[in-house]
């Protein structure tokens, strides 16, 4: 039968300390244009969603959306982290 605490040591060999590492917070950086677009959008559907909107609202709805598609766009278009094309 193998022995699984031979192989504990490996799996835990580096320490999780619950930080993100420089990588993930570059990349959560790259990403921040595209993630406050969001929030914009989810923010202007949260306060359509008890009253049927006017048409400044529906013009407020097709900026956030706009802003968020434009987002994904120039981020989907950035070269990725690390120089790799």
Same mark, same amino acid.
């Given at each position: 039968?193998?022995? %699984?605490? !031979?192989?504990? !040591?490996?799996?835990? !060999? ?6 993100? #590492?420089?990588?993930? &917070? @570059?990349? %959560?950086?790259?990403?921040?244009? &595209? %993630? ?9 559907? %949260?306060?359509? &969603? @008890?009253?049927?909107? #006017? ?5 407020? &709805? ?24």
């Amino acid at each position: 039968m193998l022995s %699984i605490a !031979a192989l504990q !040591a490996v799996v835990t !060999a580096v320490p999780f300390d619950g930080e993100p #590492s420089d990588a993930e &917070l @570059d990349a %959560i950086e790259q990403e921040l244009p &595209l %993630i406050l677009a969001e929030v914009d959008l989810l923010d202007v559907q %949260i306060a359509l &969603l @008890d009253r049927v909107p #006017s048409e400044l609202d529906t013009r407020r &709805l097709r900026r956030a959306r706009r802003r968020m598609l434009e987002a994904r766009r120039e981020l989907s278009n950035r070269a990725p982290l690390g120089g790799a094309a």
